[in-house]
Each structure stands twice: as C-alpha cells, then as structure tokens.
C-alpha cells in the first residue's frame, strides 16, 4: 500500500497549525514545511468535525466534549498516533485527549479513529504546552503520557527538550490527587535529564525509587521511534511518577 501522507498531490493543510508564533522563546519542535496529500486533506475534512478540537485558548468543558465525566489521558506528542489508538480501543473506561503539531500524523491518526468508531478521544493539532496552559483545568488529568519526546541530543539543541522544570511543575498542576505522570524514552542522557527534573519535582514520586524506570507496561505498545531506537542500539527507559500530594 502506498504511504498516503507521503508526497503527490499536496494542497496546504485545511487546519494550518495556528500557534501564538514567537509567544514562547523556546519550542520543544520546529514546524518543517512538509507536503499535504488528498488523502490526509480528507481526514481532515471527514473527521476532524468528530474527533478534532480547535485550539480556543480558554478552559474547555471536556464533559460537554465527550458526552460523559470519565478518567481523562493526555498524550504529548502522539506522533503517528499507534500508541494512542491502542490505549483508545484498550481503555474505553477513560476519556484520551491527544495533542500533536505535526499534520501528517494528525491525519493519519484521524483515518484510523475514523475507521475504529471509538468516541472516547479527541485530538488538538496545537503546541501541548500552549493547550495545558490555557484549555486544561489544574487537577483535571488522571494521567498525562510522553513517549519518546524529541531528543534534540545536540547539545546546542537540548535547550528544546520538554523536559524541563516548569514544563514539570504545569504537568504536576493539572493532574488529579491520584494522577500519574508516563515516560518513555530511548536516549540514555534524556532519561537521565527526566530524572534530573522530574525526581526533584516537589508532586511527583518516581515509582520506582529515585532514578528507577519500569519494565514497558501493556498499554504502551512498541512504536516507531522505539523500534529505531533499538535499530541503533539505543536502551529504551520507561518512567512512571505518581502524583504525590507530600
Ligand atoms: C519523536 S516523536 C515521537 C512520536 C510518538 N510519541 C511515538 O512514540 O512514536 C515526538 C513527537 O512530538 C511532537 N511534539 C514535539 N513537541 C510538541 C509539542 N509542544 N506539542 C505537541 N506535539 C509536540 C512532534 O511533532 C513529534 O511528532
């Protein structure tokens, strides 16, 4: 099958990301002019109206969203979406939000809720840091998850990583009283950058001790990145931090 996201035919995206450019200093990702194809156009006009949420910048009612007051996910950067549709089908108990700036796998993602029908997941195409700012309640997140974040390993880059003190200190604020907090990563100096900021988060308590990772639970599949990572001899570190009221 050919890859539908991947050349002939690009139109500009329907739904051009439309970030408050230049507000913050620093973004954990650099928009590529990428290519736009009839058939992510289509996942875009065809289920964006279902599953899409236009970035308001004010608090969201997500029980109007979803029709329903359940356990809430967050998924950061969900890149082609595999993990999450995974969850969505696995976990239809709990309501997933997820949040992804890079078009193609928006649409791609788009096209496989489309063909599964599950309606408990909604999808921003927007800056994750801009939509837990201003469009997620505190308190509100019984789970918040980030596989494989950008390694950004040069060092010149680093400074673009999510993981960072006040990045930490916004996840702590909208999780619930008995929240948890999932990473996955396959960059041994970005593991141990998460433990450096994350062990020291005054709310979170690494569930495996100060600098420990758990085995990969089931509900994280193994993706794309992980699969490359472990082409290139990479580890892969799962760390899971519950929300510690202290
Ligand atoms: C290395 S990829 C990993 C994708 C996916 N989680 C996986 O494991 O296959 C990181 C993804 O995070 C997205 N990303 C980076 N910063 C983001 C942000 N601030 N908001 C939303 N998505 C972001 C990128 O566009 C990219 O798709």
Redesign the pocket.
Known sequence: MTDPFSSEGAKAPPKPFTATEGRREI???VLRQGRFTPAQQRAFDDAWPRFGLDYAGTPRDFDATFGRSAPRIV??????G??LRHSVRMDPARDHIG????AP?VGRLLNALAEDGNDNVRVYH????E?LEHEIADGMLDEIR??????WHKKRHNKRR?VKPAFAALLVRKLAADGRLHL?TDWADYAEQMWDVLDATPGLRNRAGPRGHVPRPPWRPQ????TRGQKLGHGVWDLIYDRDPG
Do not use: K, M, Q, W
């Open positions: 973004r954990s990702f998924e950061i950067g969900f890149g082609n595999a993990a949040i992804e700036v890079h796998g927007h800056d994750a840091v939509v980030i596989y494989f974040p950008d390694p999510l996955a993706t794309h990145f992980e």
